[in-house]
């Protein structure tokens, strides 16, 4: 008789995961390749942005005093003592009733304390040199972009664990990194079992398939933040698995295998665990699809067994794999992220396990709702296409109707959350 598995909670199953999960060491990247990485510091500004007084439009710097008695019955005129250009200082200092001709992003030279806008002023006649009119008065420190206005030296404005955005980008430019401490990435590799997977480039043959998950897989391990290493496919054949298997594990941080992890007479992955002698964690989680989800350990390294049926093995993997990935790269909330969002369809069928709906979540008129994207089974590879996110569903004995709110697990996101796996309630309307 086949083995009876006792489900476990999914936070329970998350947990028994993290406890194996490890920080990751820092390697430098040139600052051209590190969009996506994650920072390996905090990124604290060693200086003020901007590190100096500027103009922030093309035009005049000159004393407000000079301007204060001007109406325009009675401009102000101003000797032009010099121009400079962003990046050029000017030497001299402004004296009563002098003014610097200056351009956005130059240093305000000494003695001025306002800029008037070119458009605002009108040139004289250059006989007596270069002069200009000014029609109205101006405030001391009238623009200008002071010394500090967008950040102060000691802020830190990212921390260590983030995702390199592109203004990150701009940020690790701005305070000199050519380089950038980064998250070296955790290796991560895939192994696929089944003798009906055909290669990708294989016709279609009587009872195969093509294997779709290791692809599906690779494609999560990049998104997450980790370093993929594909290892190809196996048959069911358990001496050949348990050598691949082991030779797989000695090149990576974690390891994960698709297939093969169910009670099926060629599911071999309880007897590869057994042979290598790792301790299961887990084998059954009260969750659909994913129940079969096995993770076992060899010393501190993970071996993750995920379901062949792809819907399974896609959610197996954004539950288990992604936060020991981040949790690698010093991310502070590893997990998926959980919000809340409006079911956009009913979902009549009650089901005692807590059920983690493919969906794709979208702004409907301002309303941020979640629709199923498709065929709704542990098999299912269509619904995948368009799956951004998984609608979260506890088990229970009723079902979910159309507008009820849901919580929701966001899969292209890199804010994520510390731990979703508390306050899952029921929906609510
Ligand atoms: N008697 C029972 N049968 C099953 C149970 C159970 O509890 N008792 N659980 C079911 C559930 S739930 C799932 S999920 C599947 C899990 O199956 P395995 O993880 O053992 O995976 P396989 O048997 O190898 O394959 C299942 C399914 O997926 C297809 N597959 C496999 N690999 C790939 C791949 N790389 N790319 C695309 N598709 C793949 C495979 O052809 C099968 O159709 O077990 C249920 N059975
Ligand atoms: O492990 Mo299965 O995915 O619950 O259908
Ligand atoms: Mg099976």
Redesign the pocket.
């Known amino acids: 008789m086949?083995e009876k598995?006792t489900p476990i909670k999914v936070s329970d199953a998350v947990q028994k995961v993290m406890a194996y999960a490890s920080r990751g060491q820092a390697e430098q990247v040139p600052l051209e390749n590190s969009y996506g990485r994650f920072l390996a510091e905090d990124l604290i500004a060693d200086h003020d942005v901007p590190s100096f007084d500027r103009s922030p439009y093309d035009g005049f710097a000159v004393r407000a005093a000079d301007t204060a008695e001007i109406t325009r019955a009675n401009p102000g005129v101003f000797e032009v003592i010099g121009e400079i250009g962003a990046g050029s200082v000017f030497q001299g200092r402004v004296g009563q009733n002098q003014a610097v001709r200056i351009m956005t992003g130059a240093q305000i030279p000494a003695g001025a304390d306002a800029v008037v806008m070119l458009e605002l002023t009108k040139e004289l006649d250059a006989a007596e040199g270069k002069r200009f009119e000014l029609k109205r008065t101006l405030k001391s420190g009238e623009n200008i972009s002071f010394q500090g206005e967008d950040t102060q030296k000691g802020t830190i404005l990212a921390a260590k664990g983030s995702f390199i955005t592109p203004g990150i980008a701009a940020l690790l430019a701005t305070f000199g990194y050519d380089e950038v401490p980064c998250a070296k990435k955790p290796v991560i590799g895939v192994l696929?079992?089944?003798s009906?997977?055909l290669e990708v480039n294989e016709p279609l043959q009587p009872g195969k398939?093509?294997?779709?998950?290791?692809y599906m897989i690779l494609a999560q391990i990049e998104r997450a933040g980790g370093e993929a290493k594909y290892f190809g496919?196996f048959s069911?054949d358990l001496e050949q698995c348990v050598i691949a298997v082991k030779d797989a594990l000695n090149q990576v941080d974690l390891l994960i295998t698709?297939?093969?992890?169910?009670?099926?007479d060629?599911?071999y992955?309880p007897a590869i665990y057994e042979k290598l002698g790792a301790d299961v964690l887990f084998n059954?989680i009260a969750m659909?699809?994913?129940?079969?989800t096995t993770v076992a350990a060899l010393g501190q390294k993970l071996l993750v067994?995920?379901?062949?049926?792809?819907s399974?093995?896609f959610v197996g993997f954004e539950l288990f794999v992604r936060p020991v990935i981040r949790h690698h790269n010093f991310h502070r909330s590893p997990h998926v992220r959980k919000e809340k969002a409006y079911l956009g369809k009913d979902f009549p069928k009650a089901n005692p396990y807590t059920r983690f709906v493919r969906a794709g979540l979208h702004y409907d008129d301002g309303r941020l709702t979640v629709h199923p994207s498709g065929f709704d089974k542990?098999?299912a590879?269509s619904s995948l296409a368009e799956a951004n996110a998984l609608i979260v569903l506890p088990g229970g004995t009723r079902g979910y109707q159309d507008g009820m709110m849901t919580d929701v697990l966001l899969l292209d996101d890199q804010k994520g959350s510390e731990w979703p796996w508390e306050n899952i309630v029921p929906s609510y309307k």
Do not use: F, H, M, Q
Request: charged share 20%; aromatic share 2%.
């Open positions: 086949a598995r696929a079992t089944g009906e997977l398939i093509r294997n779709s998950n290791s496919k069911d698709t297939g093969g992890v169910s009670v099926g060629y599911d992955l059954k659909r699809p994913g129940s079969v067994g995920l379901s062949g049926n792809p399974a093995c542990s098999s590879v």
